[in-house]
């Protein structure tokens, strides 16, 4: 039986970092794999899935590329341990994940390209960031809102099908975390 699961989670594993490098040059689409992991194998392989695959991805080489990696185990880790909390057991708590896994992958690209720009343009003492910023914050803003709304649906689509094949499946075979009818 150990046999089974250890086979069955490495193909979990393997499966959700194909996805996520599979699906990499799609902006809200490359956290699927993640998501899917985290309904079939808990934190640990959401976590796992997540950093391997942007290690691979994107490599850990500038400071915005950690702040990617951050942000995907990030991701992995709330979204996991949600999961293993009960947010997998009705219809509206995966919107509660999407939510929050929206949020994460926001700030996180908007955390990214802005410390990239600023690396560009040679912007490092903190008076240069405060005017930077302060130059018209509402600008901002709102690129973080169209930032958020351009993942939205990729991000939405990608918590319900991977709460969904988990849910299929569990009629059939018997998943950690099924649902409790």
């Known amino acids: 039986m150990k046999y089974k699961n250890i086979i069955f989670m490495s193909i979990v594993f393997l499966v959700g970092v194909?996805?996520?490098?599979?699906?990499?040059?799609?902006?809200?689409?490359k956290y699927l794999g993640t998501f899917f992991s985290a309904f079939f194998g808990g934190?640990?392989?959401?976590?796992?899935?997540?950093?391997?695959?942007?290690?691979i991805d994107t490599g850990i080489g500038t400071s915005g590329r950690w702040i990617l990696l951050a942000g995907h185990l990030l991701l992995g880790l709330v979204t996991g341990v949600m999961v293993m909390k009960g947010f997998a057991n009705t219809f509206w708590k995966p919107l509660i994940?999407?939510?929050i896994g929206l949020v994460i992958v926001t700030l996180t690209i908007y955390s990214r390209?802005?410390?990239?720009?600023?690396?560009?343009?040679g912007i490092w003492s903190l008076s240069?960031?405060?005017?930077?910023?302060?130059?018209?914050?509402?600008?901002y803003f709102v690129e973080v809102i169209k930032?958020?709304?351009s993942n939205a649906i990729?991000?939405?689509?990608?918590?319900?099908?991977?709460?969904?094949?988990?849910?299929?499946?569990?009629t059939k075979y018997d998943f950690k975390y099924k649902a409790k009818y």
Do not use: H, R
């Open 154 to 170: 990729p991000i939405f689509v990608s918590v319900y099908i991977s709460w969904l094949i988990p849910k299929i499946a569990a």
């Open 128 to 139: 240069d960031i405060m005017y930077y910023f302060l130059e018209s914050p509402m600008k």
């Open 113 to 121: 390209s802005t410390i990239w720009l600023m690396e560009a343009q």
């Open 43 to 55: 934190p640990v392989f959401s976590v796992l899935v997540a950093v391997v695959s942007s290690i």
């Open 97 to 99: 994940i999407f939510i």
């Open 147 to 149: 930032l958020g709304c």
């Open 18 to 29: 194909g996805v996520n490098l599979l699906l990499s040059d799609f902006s809200g689409w």
